[in-house]
Nanobody, 123 residues
Framework: QVQLMETGGGSVQAGGSLRLACVASRGATSGYNMAWFRQSPGKEREGVAT???????DYTDFAKGRFTISKDNAENTLFLQMNNLKPEDTAIYYC?????????????????WGAGTQVTVSS
């Protein structure tokens, strides 16, 4: 069982930045594929970014150039740095671990999930 807990959400104005953190069970960030997802009201959960045990990353198109996924294996923590935030980035952001399928940014392919943290971007 992997425990995940997200922090760092909040309210910002458009153009601002936030840094999300996800504290994971010991060994999770070094041993598993991990990812960030988000879900807005009335919409399906969508992938944002993923990172594998070797540090290789992948991003959904809307995140490229604005968001950066990273991790600190010593602290068992996953990060998502979000810059130039837009109102459409408003969502609950979730941390996930342990990919079980080939699609790196499909929510169906992750076994463990955090409870999420709310990000609200005002115009």
């Amino acid at each position: 069982q992997v425990q995940l807990m997200e922090t760092g959400g909040g309210s910002v104005q458009a153009g601002g930045s936030l840094r999300l953190a996800c504290v994971a069970s010991r060994g999770a960030t070094s041993g598993y594929n991990m990812a960030w997802f988000r879900q807005s009201p009335g919409k399906e959960r969508e992938g944002v970014a993923t990172i594998d045990p070797f540090g290789r990353t992948d991003y959904t198109d809307f995140a490229k150039g604005r968001f950066t996924i990273s991790k600190d294996n010593a602290e068992n923590t996953l990060f998502l740095q979000m810059n130039n935030l837009k109102p459409e980035d408003t969502a609950i952001y979730y941390c996930a671990a342990f990919r079980t399928g080939n699609s790196v940014l499909s929510p169906r392919n992750y076994k463990y999930w955090g409870a999420g943290t709310q990000v609200t971007v005002s115009s």
